[in-house]
């Protein structure tokens, strides 16, 4: 009676184990789906269109970088600079360097999130590594520019934003293809 409970409490316990992995692995579409569903978190739409907006040289916002790595990325993961002050309708850029301390190629996925998230429809990304999968090969270091614009029409009263990327490590779903030493290898 005793081996047949302890059979079932073993194959809970591996059943809530791959429940879980599972779970990790779909936790970014997820995240994506319930972000664009609902409005929430601060993700914003992605690309901006009007790129012809006037400067608004009387006002400032100072626009704050943030990075962290999800659970199980080695990757070093950080902005040139922790903020800027910036003018809305102007294009800015922020450079984010990211190098692979690893002996294996990986791929990564960065996921951004602005906040206050009643200001994130006023920043608009119009060139961002976010948009793509970067892969790095062991040691190579890159620098990845995001461009931005935040916009005229953002309420007065924020004159303070923060974007923030997780970078999340996407190897075993996209594995990347390690590159052939230069001297023929």
């Known amino acids: ?10 194959t809970r316990l591996l059943l809530v184990v791959v ?16 972000c664009k569903a609902l409005g929430i978190n601060g993700k914003t739409g992605g690309q901006y269109a009007d790129q012809g907006q006037q400067v608004d040289v009387s006002r400032q916002v100072r626009v704050q970088f943030l990075s962290t790595n999800a659970i ?13 002050v910036v003018h809305p309708g102007a294009v800015n850029e922020m450079i984010f360097i990211a190098r692979n301390p690893s002996d294996h190629p990986m791929s990564a996925q960065a996921i951004p999130s602005i906040s206050p998230s ?3 429809m006023y920043f608009h990304k119009t060139e961002c590594f976010c948009f793509t999968q970067q892969v790095l090969q062991p040691g190579e270091k890159i620098e ?35 590159v052939a030493a230069k001297n023929g290898g």
């Open 1 to 10: 009676m005793a081996e047949v409970t302890l059979k079932k409490l073993v």
């Open 19 to 34: 429940a879980m992995f599972v779970f990790g692995f779909a936790l970014v579409p997820i995240y994506d789906v319930m």
């Open 72 to 84: 199980d990325m080695v990757w070093d993961f950080y902005p040139k600079s922790d903020d800027i």
């Open 118 to 120: 009643s200001a994130a």
């Open 144 to 178: 990845m520019p995001v461009r931005f614009i935040v916009d005229r029409d953002m309420p007065k009263d924020v004159k303070h934003l923060t974007l923030a990327y997780t970078l999340f490590d996407i190897t075993a779903r996209h594995p990347p293809v390690a």
